[in-house]
């Protein structure tokens, strides 16, 4: 004769949770499916939470100059730099926050956990949060009277400071030539202040620069003529090169005029691109009577 089996006190356990499991509402299941899946894709309740998340991957792959020219977007970050470009009419294609840095943020976005946007930023202290944004196309005024040529500037941070100055001055755009640095930079941007947002950059050949109607005039250490002396009440394309050498004999030649700005120091024996782009510029707004 059979005896009947005694359930173990595990078997119980597992009986009492699948019955519990059948009693789940469906929406109370749901919620649970949801919250199982996105958490395989580095989410928890709506936050990424993951540095292999695709989304997270590709803003890290942007850091490289050759893949925000491919796919034709910039990355601000800090609370500044993304509100000035939402300010100036960038498309925005993804948004990124981290409420542990920034529990004050308002417009929206993705959420993001503080050890992913450390990973998506590119400086070392991160504010909080990170922008993608379409790169603006713009071209200069065809009226323009004021206009910084940069000439294979290495460094972003000094492009960003050539923009930040040329904003200030109320110059129309600036080329760029010889491009070496970017300045889609997240360095160039943050330098710039947002100035990048709203001032029209435009790279350009020495052919194209020799072609403006605007007078050309190159700082060049040692020139001749005073950069005070010079007649800048005209429509003006400054040259600024490079930070270590300066322009070389081609770029001198397609200029009309050759300035120096006069300096007394003793070490010192040029100014910074971005500090002799400053100078010339207010030179031309004290000649202008356009100061405030």
């Not at 991160?126 to 910084?148: C, H, K, M, N, Y």
């Not at 100055?165 to 997240?186: C, F, R, T």
């Amino acid at each position: 004769m059979w005896a009947p089996v005694t359930p173990s006190v595990q078997s119980c356990r597992s009986q009492l949770t699948v019955a519990a499991t059948r009693r789940v509402s469906p929406r109370h299941a749901r919620d649970r499916s949801l919250t199982v899946a996105a958490t395989r894709h580095g989410y928890i309740r709506g936050v990424i939470t993951s540095l292999d998340n695709p989304r997270v991957r590709e803003v890290v792959r942007l850091r490289k100059a050759r893949e925000r020219r491919r796919a034709g977007v910039l990355v601000a970050e800090g609370v500044r730099e993304v509100e000035r470009a939402r300010a100036a009419g960038l498309v925005a294609r993804q948004t990124f926050y981290a409420p542990e840095l920034l529990p004050a943020w308002a417009h929206g976005g993705e959420e993001v956990s503080a050890r992913v946007l450390a990973k998506m930023a590119y400086r070392d202290d991160p504010e909080g949060v990170v922008a993608v944004f379409e790169t603006p196309q713009r071209q200069l005024p065809a009226d323009a009277t004021l206009i910084v040529v940069a000439v294979g500037i290495e460094k972003p941070g000094n492009l960003g400071a050539i923009a930040r100055s040329a904003d200030a001055a109320g110059a129309d755009g600036i080329l760029v030539a010889d491009v070496e640095a970017d300045p889609w930079n997240p360095n160039a941007i943050r330098a710039s202040t947002g100035s990048v947002f709203t001032l029209p950059i435009v790279e350009a050949t020495r052919d194209d620069v020799a072609s403006l109607p605007q007078q050309k005039v190159a700082a060049v250490l040692g020139a001749a003529t005073r950069h005070s002396d010079a007649d800048l009440t005209r429509p003006t394309a400054f040259l600024i090169g490079a930070e270590d050498t300066g322009l070389d004999a081609a770029w001198r030649e397609t200029a009309d005029l050759q300035v120096a700005i006069p300096m007394s120091g003793a070490a010192a024996d040029s100014l910074n691109a971005s500090a002799a782009a400053a100078v010339l510029l207010f030179e031309a707004v004290r000649q202008r009577g356009l100061g405030r």
